[in-house]
């Protein structure tokens, strides 16, 4: 079965996938390196813990993907309360995953099954292009900056190798298959 990266005739369209990957990566990385008891650790005030965040960046991904491609299955969301990091891990990627495929459509020249980004119900829908992967990118980093200063206030600060690690792009890309860089396809 071809891969969305191997379906995707743009240089645009498989740079998107790739960079996405590598987002997704990151959250992967911040989570297995996250010491167990921040998972549920509440945080001073009305804000979400690392469970939730991390729940919610999945679920968002759901939305986007049912309300903009919803000829793909779209994965079963998760609730904060009860979802382990090992659940939360596979729900990433397995949204991740669909987001690819999406975004292949959208941006990789198939036909215009993707025609417009939904972000949500309330929202107007903007046409497909680098605006709705910078949004959806925007998102994630957002909550990642969220879950880093949340672990760190919380007494479980993320090693350095892990919080710089996350902007070690090439190595990122490498591990998600595009050891050339985005949007590159291997010889």
Not at 30 to 37: A, F, G, K, N, Y
Not at 38 to 44: D, I, L
Not at 61 to 66: H, L
Not at 88 to 97: I, M, Y
Request: proline share 6%.
């Amino acid at each position: 079965m071809a891969t969305p990266q191997q379906k995707t005739h743009t240089q645009l369209g498989r740079a998107a996938i790739q960079i996405f990957a590598a987002n997704d990566r990151m959250n992967q990385i911040l989570i297995e390196h996250l010491d167990p008891l921040a998972w549920r650790a509440k945080p001073p005030g009305k804000v979400r813990s690392i469970a939730a965040i991390f729940t919610h960046m999945h679920n968002v991904r759901c939305k986007w993907i049912r309300l903009t491609a919803p000829h793909l299955k779209v994965p079963r969301q998760l609730h904060h309360a009860h979802c382990t990091r090992r659940q939360a891990r596979a729900g990433l990627a397995e949204s991740a995953a669909r987001c690819a495929e999406m975004l292949a459509e959208a941006l990789g020249g198939s036909a215009g099954r993707v025609e417009k980004f939904l972000r949500d119900g309330w929202a107007r829908p903007w046409p497909v292009g680098v605006e709705m992967l910078c949004y959806m990118i925007s998102h994630e980093a957002h909550h990642r900056g969220q879950v880093s200063m949340l672990a760190h206030q919380l007494g479980f600060r993320l090693p350095i190798n892990v919080t710089s690690g996350i902007w070690n792009w090439e190595k990122l890309w490498k591990e998600c298959g595009a050891p050339g860089g985005p949007g590159l396809l291997e010889e």
